[in-house]
């Protein structure tokens, strides 16, 4: 290729980027309109470097936030840089999470803590011959660089590494990295921290009380709950499903009444599990394409819930209940 065709492609590839970026800026603008969050800059003076634009979400479908989780969230980070989100699976902890970021423009550093990994994964190591060639972890990466650090399944987390987080959290504001000869790495100024779990119970296996001294590092805590629950029933849910799926209101009051009585048996106890809004339009989306309720609902409701059939057919009797009563 000749140098003209390599300039002209560079230059291409320049006008594409800025094109990008001010796609992206107008998109954070309006998204701080939408979630009335313009006061809560958390980005201001930041400078995102090239390789971590990546680490930046994108195509972050918005979310129903009739509890102001995004602006409740986006204030605590605010003003105290750490906080911690509580509520049971499906609730939309993650994808406030994400959404916050793609606001601010900021990295999202994620750890899912329930996955074990290894400290050297998360703080770093010394690779090859020697002593030349270290490798940052994640943690080690967010404190040198900024962004969003997000632990998933906190609640999860090992001890040796939660211990080694408290210095980070409180008026210290940095990390010790013993396996680097004690360097002392001062925690970014644009660097904050997400804690998100289920509530500690015996139904969550893994799970087990935060330490106190994490846990009272945490400024504000937000607990997230689903829109429906029993008799409870959030017009915008059925609202949401109708419009995602084109279903009727008719049908998807239906749907959304069948979750909610789930989701009370879920936080009863009595199943292992409760439907996210996300399984919901799965679910209706079938309906759409042709599939009578309850023969879709055991591909998208039944299915997911359990392996075990005395489970399976609980649901199945619930949700027989539900759409008998519209016949």
Not at 23 to 38: D, I, P
Not at 126 to 151: A, M, P, Q, T
Not at 204 to 211: C, E, I, Q, R
Not at 229 to 244: H, Q
Request: charged share 25%.
């Amino acid at each position: 290729m000749s140098v003209e065709k390599v300039v002209r492609a560079e230059g291409a590839n320049v006008k594409l980027r800025l094109k990008l970026d001010i796609t992206q800026k107008v998109g954070e603008g309006r998204l701080k309109t939408k979630y009335e969050v313009s006061q809560y800059d958390l980005s201001a003076g930041y400078v995102l470097p090239e390789s971590l634009k990546n680490l930046v979400p994108r195509d972050v479908p918005e979310f129903v936030d009739t509890e102001r989780y995004v602006q409740r969230l986006m204030r605590a980070l605010y003003h105290f840089k750490q906080c911690a989100l509580i509520g049971p699976s499906g609730t939309g902890k993650t994808h406030v999470v994400y959404l916050v970021a793609k606001i601010a423009g900021l990295p999202l550093w994620e750890i899912n803590c329930s996955l074990q990994t290894s400290v050297y994964d998360l703080f770093g190591r010394f690779v090859g011959l020697g002593k030349e060639n270290w490798v940052d972890g994640l943690i080690v990466s967010w404190c040198r660089h900024g962004g969003i650090l997000y632990l998933d399944e906190a609640n999860m987390m090992k001890q040796d590494v939660a211990t080694r987080l408290n210095p980070l959290l409180d008026t210290r504001g940095h990390l010790v990295l013993a396996e680097k000869d004690n360097e002392v790495i001062p925690r970014h100024k644009y660097g904050y921290v997400i804690i998100s779990m289920n509530p500690y119970s015996v139904e969550f296996a893994g799970t087990k009380p935060l330490n106190v001294a994490f846990r009272r590092r945490l400024s504000v805590w937000i607990n997230f709950d689903y829109l429906s629950v029993g008799s409870n029933i959030s017009e915008r849910e059925i609202d949401l499903v109708c419009e995602r799926t084109k279903v009727s209101r008719e049908l998807s009051e239906s749907i959304v009444r069948a979750a909610a009585e789930l989701r009370r048996r879920y936080k009863s106890g009595d199943l292992p599990y409760a439907p996210s809004v996300g399984d919901l339009i799965n679910w209706a989306t079938l309906i759409a394409d042709g599939l009578p309720p309850l023969v879709a609902a055991e591909e998208t409701i039944v299915g997911v819930a359990s392996d075990d059939a005395e489970v399976q057919n609980s649901i199945r009797t619930t949700l027989q209940l539900i759409f008998s009563k519209k016949k």
